[in-house]
């Protein structure tokens, strides 16, 4: 991650408390208040059953020293998903210290390179065996967050609540260790006093019964140590429940009276890394507390408390002890259980929070100090394409740099086009034929072993799972150079490395029908490339797609206006009168040949069809067919003719070579015919519309949805009906001299396509 210089406007001590724990906020706002910082707190949290304890508090909102105007941004944004730039931009002038969770894995990696103060993860214990390292680098979708701690070094701490939360992590995570314990607001002023105790029943907190497996089996379990007892069951429940002893959601004052009339509290919980808070309220309140030792609590008060119990048969004694009025031993629990709340008092905790916070100014200075030693250096932005999709890639790269000019800001583009594998393509690019800088790459393949090693010298090191990756060979230094790479790849049949941030563009959707020998409709292909940052599409259908078949996040895919790979040409200039017209065969369109040669049979032999056909192979994908893989499609084209018993003279096959070629073919041609099955190439349909010929397309969701934000005319063609298609062939062939009405629709250019790219892209540097 690049070392960026400060960009703070004053020397305010401010912090982001990026949390909304109810009961958190209320010690540790006012912690932060008397150490000297100004706090700014989020308005918006995850709709999700884990914040179950969260809420929005706008009462430091008064005490921020920063224009209301950049405060009014701070409050829109999503923290936790991953907030815009504008967001960051703010946050980093006037803020040093950020406290944060890991919810979202993409908003904690955003967050760590957007952020350029000190990130502290704010833990407070996982139970069971579960551990935060472990989180993070054996679930795929949190990955990056191990990447993201490696890359800001310094500027990153695990700041734990308790003081050995940190004995189970790794050193990577145990060495950036600050204790910041987590207090109780109001612990130094307890309210026992109002306690009464008239309701002889205990009181259990047992959130989320209805589906949180956890909370299911440690109900059933207390149902079950219990059975007998008069209980009630505390705790927000996101779904209803049918058992009458469960209290469900309470407002405040209900709450309240229930701490102060209940009999007593059990507290279930022997885990040493992880306690809740409501045992501390019982306290605070006055409630005799019995819980189970072997937890957190023996660590704060011990093993001799009277609440205190080694097993269920003693919490059971106990407890019927206290509903049968044992005053003698309630007083004696109540008397003694105060101690427990000596950790959470504001101040026993303060000495380490200033420590803490000191530690973690004194490594940020050092960090910033480096910083300023750097020259600053523009953004760099390398756009990857294989040469079937230059066209589509130079004008991203084009849209880009147009957008960033717009955007008043410093960035680089670079289009990267991949070497072809095929030697008559091996020919050296004509680079200043793009308007853009260009390089050359080759994929190369890593295995495990050596991706890792990538990843680490990279500074970019994360668990990898998969035994191959790929990383672009530019003969530099692997395009490390570039902050983002936008990958204008159809199809991604190996993951790539994730040394940089990746935001995938893809040329086609087509890949994902492509039939396999058993004709099985392809999946995953997009979904290999680990987590991008963003996925960029130019139809709904598209999108569609990639969400509800491949799994990718809908937050990440943007649908944006297909970009004008073509120019329009100016007049109609057709030239001679057309003899031909022109198939131009995509090799993922080859599961219809034996179609299209039945429809031209037909067209030949029973409607006497006098145009010939020029069936062109396109380039498309051409860096992954061999010779050999061309010589198949050849081949089959050929026993698809001659089954059908169509005269050579009526057809030939040919390679598409060059655009240009493309254009010139088009050109001299009656009209376009597209008989492939789900073909969504766009550029053969749009050079065609700019020399106003006719198009015979085959039904395609993506091609429709073009055509109609695009204006263009299409002759729509069954592609499962070959009479259908011969007689959608006549009309053109019969037609084509005849003047071609004007084509609808509004003529985008780069200029209107820049600013809805940068957009998204930039977002994602």
């Given at each position: 991650m690049r070392l960026e210089k400060s960009v703070r406007v004053d020397n305010v001590p401010r912090v982001m408390w990026i949390l909304n724990h109810t009961a958190a906020r209320k010690f540790e706002i006012p912690m932060l208040r008397e150490l000297g910082y100004e706090v700014f707190t989020p308005k918006i949290y995850p709709d999700d059953a884990n914040f179950r304890s969260a809420s929005v508090d706008y009462s430091e909102d008064k005490n921020l020293t920063i224009p209301p105007d950049?405060?009014?941004?701070?409050?829109?944004?999503?923290?936790?998903?991953?907030?815009?730039?504008?967001?960051?931009?703010?946050?980093?002038?006037?803020?040093?210290?950020?406290?944060?969770?890991?919810?979202?894995?993409?908003?904690?990696?955003?967050?760590?390179?957007?952020?350029?103060?000190?990130?502290?993860?704010?833990?407070?214990?996982?139970?069971?065996?579960?551990?935060?390292?472990?989180?993070?680098?054996?679930?795929?979708?949190?990955?990056?967050?191990?990447?993201?701690?490696?890359?800001?070094?310094?500027?990153?701490?695990?700041?734990?609540?308790?003081?050995?939360?940190?004995?189970?992590?790794?050193?990577?995570?145990?060495s950036k260790t600050v204790f910041l314990p987590l207090g109780m607001g109001g612990a130094s002023d307890p309210i026992s006093a109002e306690w009464n105790g008239g309701d002889r029943r205990i009181l259990f907190i047992c959130p989320d019964i209805g589906f949180n497996q956890a909370y299911v089996e440690i109900f059933q379990k207390f149902k079950k140590d219990f059975r007998g007892f008069p209980y009630a069951i505390g705790g927000a429940q996101s779904v209803k429940t049918t058992d009458p002893s469960v209290l469900g959601y309470l407002p405040i004052e209900e709450h309240r009276r229930n701490m102060r009339e209940m009999r007593v509290m059990f507290y279930h919980s022997q885990e040493p890394n992880h306690i809740h808070f409501h045992p501390f309220e019982a306290i605070k309140a006055g409630m005799p507390l019995v819980f189970m030792g072997g937890g957190i609590l023996d660590m704060f008060g011990g093993k001799k408390l009277p609440g205190r119990c080694a097993t269920i048969e003693e919490a059971r004694k106990k407890i019927d002890r206290i509903l049968k009025d044992d005053w003698k031993l309630i007083n004696k629990i109540r008397e003694s259980q105060a101690v427990l709340l000596d950790p959470m008092k504001a101040e026993n905790c303060t000495g380490f929070w200033r420590q803490g916070m000191e530690k973690v100014f004194t490594k940020l200075a050092e960090s910033r100090a480096d910083a300023e030693e750097l020259e600053p250096l523009p953004k760099r932005i390398a756009v990857l394409t294989d040469k079937n999709s230059i066209a589509k890639a130079r004008a991203l790269a084009l849209a880009l740099e147009e957008g960033a000019k717009l955007a008043n800001e410093d960035v680089e583009i670079v289009l990267t086009i991949e070497r072809s594998k095929r030697a008559y393509s091996s020919k050296p690019i004509e680079k200043e034929e793009f308007d853009v800088p260009v390089r050359e790459f080759s994929w190369r393949a890593l295995d495990r072993e050596a991706a890792n090693r990538a990843l680490v010298y990279a500074g970019a090191a994360r668990p990898l799972t998969l035994n191959s990756y790929l990383i672009p060979d530019d003969g530099i230094n692997h395009l490390q150079d570039c902050d983002l790479w936008v990958v204008v790849a159809s199809e991604v049949s190996t993951p790539i490395l994730p040394i940089r941030p990746i935001v995938l563009a893809p040329d086609t959707i087509a890949p994902r029908f492509r039939p396999g020998p058993q004709e099985i409709v392809k999946m995953g292909q997009f979904g290999l490339t680990l987590a991008p940052e963003a996925v960029i599409v130019d139809s709904q259908f598209a999108s569609e797609e990639l969400i509800h078949c491949e799994g990718v996040s809908a937050r990440n895919v943007h649908v944006l206006p297909p970009l004008p790979t073509i120019e329009v040409a100016p007049a109609l200039d057709v030239g001679e009168e057309a003899k031909a017209f022109v198939w131009v065969l995509h090799p993922l369109s080859i599961a219809n040949i034996d179609r299209a040669a039945e429809a031209l049979a037909i067209y030949y032999h029973e409607m006497s069809g006098k145009l010939k056909c020029n069936i062109l192979l396109s380039e498309a994908y051409q860096t992954k067919l061999t010779d050999d893989d061309i010589s198949n499609v050849k081949r089959n084209l050929t026993k698809a003719m001659r089954r059908w018993n169509i005269p050579r003279r009526r057809y030939s096959i040919s390679e598409l070579l060059s655009e240009r070629q493309l254009r010139r073919v088009i050109k001299e041609s009656a009209f376009l015919w597209r008989p492939g099955k789900l073909d969504s190439d766009i550029t053969t349909i749009t050079i065609a519309r700019a020399f106003r010929k006719r198009v015979v397309a085959a039904h395609c969701p993506v091609l429709k949805e073009y055509a109609g934000n695009l204006g263009f005319n299409i002759t729509w063609t069954d592609d499962e009906d070959p009479n259908s298609m011969a007689g959608n062939i006549c009309e053109p062939a019969r037609d084509h001299s005849l003047p071609l009405a004007p084509f609808k629709g509004r003529e985008m250019s780069i200029e209107d396509c820049a600013r809805d790219y940068w957009n998204v892209i930039s977002e994602c540097l």
């Open positions: 950049d405060l009014a941004v701070l409050n829109k944004a999503d923290w936790y998903r991953g907030a815009p730039r504008k967001a960051w931009e703010i946050a980093n002038k006037y803020f040093d210290i950020m406290f944060c969770i890991v919810f979202d894995p993409k908003g904690f990696e955003i967050a760590a390179r957007r952020f350029q103060g000190a990130m502290l993860w704010r833990t407070y214990g996982l139970a069971g065996n579960n551990t935060y390292s472990k989180i993070i680098e054996t679930m795929p979708f949190y990955q990056g967050v191990y990447t993201a701690i490696q890359a800001l070094g310094k500027r990153f701490w695990f700041t734990e609540g308790y003081p050995h939360l940190h004995k189970v992590e790794p050193d990577y995570l145990a």
